[in-house]
């Protein structure tokens, strides 16, 4: 008898006139069929998803910044006059700006009684502080009442991306209404760089920052209280990078094969 090398096959298949189906195969089969439509729609959404890979690094990643961060604030004084209501910018450079207007404004509340301030500007990228007052006003108040409630403090460009939770604005909806009313109030805040770049590879700089805070009756020489909301800030050498990346198509394919594969 001739040799047949075909004997060594052990993946051996019964002839279709030796088979019959069953109701039982039936279902299996359709089971099978539908559980690996569903892992193959999983390892294709997983290639689709974007993920969000973040590192951390000392370095400056905006050095062409010209060393400085614009700041956006947005606070509401219910209980003092907009006349009264000032900014002013200190920092360890020399700066030392009292009653800054530019690219801001002030909206009446309550018939005028109180006041909400909107404003844009910049800081050195050195320790400094900035803080609202009554110190630019012509005639400094008796009892200045600096309740507030802030509404927005923000550092850089603004991050619109659903998978980064920072604390981009930590102190959005901080309020101190219930405060004392001449007491002065400390944000003391630390900013931590930060840097989004997309899949094209576009990068956009904002600022995280950790917060706390204290409250206190602060008296002048003369022995007047002259209350203001203090935000004092240092920089981070710490910078944060959140990198949008995709899964490469050769993990897709290489998972994904193995379940599309048949005799």
């Known amino acids: 008898m001739p040799f047949d090398f075909r004997r060594f096959d052990i993946y051996r298949k019964v002839p279709k006139d030796l088979t019959q189906p069953t109701y039982t195969g039936a279902i299996i089969s359709v089971c099978c069929c539908l559980f690996i439509l ?3 729609l999983s390892e294709l959404t997983g290639f689709i998803t974007t993920e969000i890979v973040n590192e951390l690094y000392v370095d400056d990643p905006d050095k062409d910044s010209g060393g400085k961060i614009d700041v956006s604030l947005n606070i509401s004084l219910p209980n003092l006059h907009c006349e009264l209501v000032g900014l002013d910018i200190q920092d360890e450079m020399g700066r030392h700006e009292v009653g800054h207007i530019d690219n801001s404004m002030k909206i009446p509340l309550n ?30 108040p008796q009892n200045p009442d600096m309740t507030h409630v802030i509404h927005k403090l923000s550092f850089g460009d603004t991050l619109q991306v ?8 930590a102190l959005g909806g901080a309020d101190r209404l219930t405060s004392n009313p001449l ?9 931590v760089p930060t840097v989004y770049e997309d899949k094209s590879g576009k990068q956009r700089y904002s600022y995280q920052y950790t917060v706390a805070n204290k409250e206190y009756v602060a008296y002048s020489h003369t022995g007047r209280i002259i209350p ?6 240092d920089l981070s050498p710490i910078t944060v990078k959140y990198t949008e990346r995709r899964q490469p198509l050769y993990r897709f394919i290489t998972t994904g094969v193995p379940w599309w594969s048949n005799d």
């Open 38 to 40: 569903f892992l193959f």
């Open 183 to 191: 007491a002065s109030h400390d944000y003391i805040l630390k900013i």
């Open 162 to 169: 659903h998978n980064v939770h920072g604390a981009f604005n």
């Open 228 to 233: 203001a909301i203090w935000f004092r800030y």
């Open 111 to 140: 018939n005028g009684v109180g006041c909400r301030f909107e404003g844009q500007f910049s800081i050195n990228k050195v320790p400094g502080n900035f803080h609202v007052s009554t110190h630019s006003a012509t005639a400094q």
